[in-house]
């Protein structure tokens, strides 16, 4: 349930873009400092919108610099870094962590064990640090993985538990703004979790695999009334987000809740689309 909160690149501004590019860059700048290799394998755009919300909202002193590095040897790149930058980064490694545990716990998947195990120690010296969110993120986790055991047929459930572990990862700092926040993270995580229902149903209705919505799917319910669900989660969330008082980068955050979290929805759509065009 990763890779969603992406920017549509080509719909940002040469000014944007730079900008976009140099806190993603910074992010696996820390990544690489703070865990290694292992832990800049980690990476996702996920929680570069996570430090753009949180830099926006709270305005730390940003560092910033020039540099090669493997991804790219060949020319420099600017990056931005602030202790935001480094919070996204132990929080991207202890999802990273938990999540291939849990596949080694549904699927016995060999590969998410030998990972798991690799980050095992970095997670734990995460959760003596942020004992809060990462107690909340186990806790969600293994609630889900519980539901799916149990064949849990209302996708409400499994939302709102996705949707609490993203309120505790958005909530920094316990203060005023961690009402807006939770509830801006809350309504994303309820989006992604039916997104990522929405997008694998129907390989997992051919391999007889649980999904949150098989149900509504088996009682006729159309792609349709799958997108008006998304469309109006995510429009609580875009309703919260408008109420946080955010300017520096709100192009760039407007960009992805508004439009980049619709590209893989819309990349499977023109797939599906393609196939029964050529089965014609």
């Given at each position: 349930?990763?890779?969603?909160?992406?920017?549509?690149?080509?719909?940002?501004?040469?000014?944007?873009?730079?900008?976009?590019?140099?806190?993603?860059?910074?992010?696996?700048?820390?990544?690489?400092?703070?865990?290694?290799?292992?832990?800049?394998?980690?990476?996702?755009?996920?929680?570069?919108?996570?430090?753009?919300?949180?830099?926006?909202?709270?305005?730390?002193?940003?560092?910033?610099?020039?540099?090669?590095?493997?991804?790219?040897?060949?020319?420099?790149?600017?990056?931005?870094?602030?202790?935001?930058?480094?919070?996204?980064?132990?929080?991207?490694?202890?999802?990273?962590?938990?999540?291939?545990?849990?596949?080694?716990?549904?699927?016995?998947?060999?590969?998410?064990?030998?990972?798991?195990?690799?980050?095992?120690?970095?997670?734990?010296?995460?959760?003596?640090?942020?004992?809060?969110?990462?107690?909340?993120?186990?806790?969600?986790?293994?609630?889900?993985?519980?539901?799916?055991?149990?064949?849990?047929?209302?996708?409400?459930?499994?939302?709102?538990?996705?949707?609490?572990?993203?309120?505790?990862?958005?909530?920094?700092?316990?203060?005023?703004?961690?009402?807006?926040?939770?509830?801006?993270?809350?309504?994303?995580?309820?989006?992604?979790?039916?997104?990522?229902?929405?997008?694998?149903?129907?390989?997992?209705?051919?391999?007889?695999?649980?999904?949150?919505?098989?149900?509504?799917?088996?009682?006729?319910?159309?792609?349709?009334?799958?997108?008006?669900?998304?469309?109006?989660?995510?429009?609580?969330?875009?309703?919260?987000?408008?109420?946080?008082?955010?300017?520096?980068?709100?192009?760039?955050?407007?960009?992805?809740?508004?439009?980049?979290?619709?590209?893989?929805?819309?990349?499977?759509?023109?797939?599906?689309s393609r196939r029964k065009g050529e089965k014609r």
């Open positions: 349930m990763f890779g969603y909160i992406a920017a549509v690149r080509d719909s940002l501004s040469e000014t944007d873009m730079q900008r976009y590019k140099a806190v993603y860059c910074g992010l696996c700048r820390a990544l690489k400092e703070r865990h290694g290799q292992l832990g800049r394998m980690t990476l996702t755009y996920d929680m570069t919108f996570l430090i753009l919300v949180l830099n926006s909202l709270y305005e730390p002193e940003m560092s910033n610099g020039e540099e090669r590095c493997v991804v790219h040897p060949c020319k420099t790149h600017c990056w931005l870094s602030n202790e935001i930058t480094n919070y996204a980064a132990d929080m991207n490694v202890a999802l990273a962590y938990l999540n291939q545990l849990d596949n080694w716990h549904d699927d016995k998947n060999v590969l998410s064990l030998l990972f798991a195990s690799a980050l095992r120690k970095r997670y734990r010296k995460i959760s003596e640090q942020y004992p809060r969110q990462c107690a909340a993120m186990e806790s969600c986790i293994r609630r889900l993985s519980e539901l799916e055991k149990q064949g849990e047929q209302s996708p409400d459930a499994g939302a709102k538990l996705f949707g609490e572990l993203m309120g505790e990862l958005f909530t920094f700092r316990e203060d005023r703004w961690t009402p807006a926040l939770k509830a801006m993270a809350g309504s994303l995580g309820e989006f992604i979790y039916i997104m990522d229902a929405v997008i694998d149903l129907p390989k997992d209705v051919k391999r007889h695999r649980y999904n949150p919505l098989s149900h509504l799917k088996a009682d006729g319910r159309s792609d349709a009334y799958f997108k008006d669900i998304l469309t109006m989660l995510i429009g609580n969330c875009t309703m919260s987000f408008e109420k946080l008082p955010l300017v520096e980068d709100v192009s760039i955050m407007r960009n992805i809740l508004y439009s980049g979290v619709w590209t893989r929805y819309e990349l499977e759509k023109a797939k599906t």
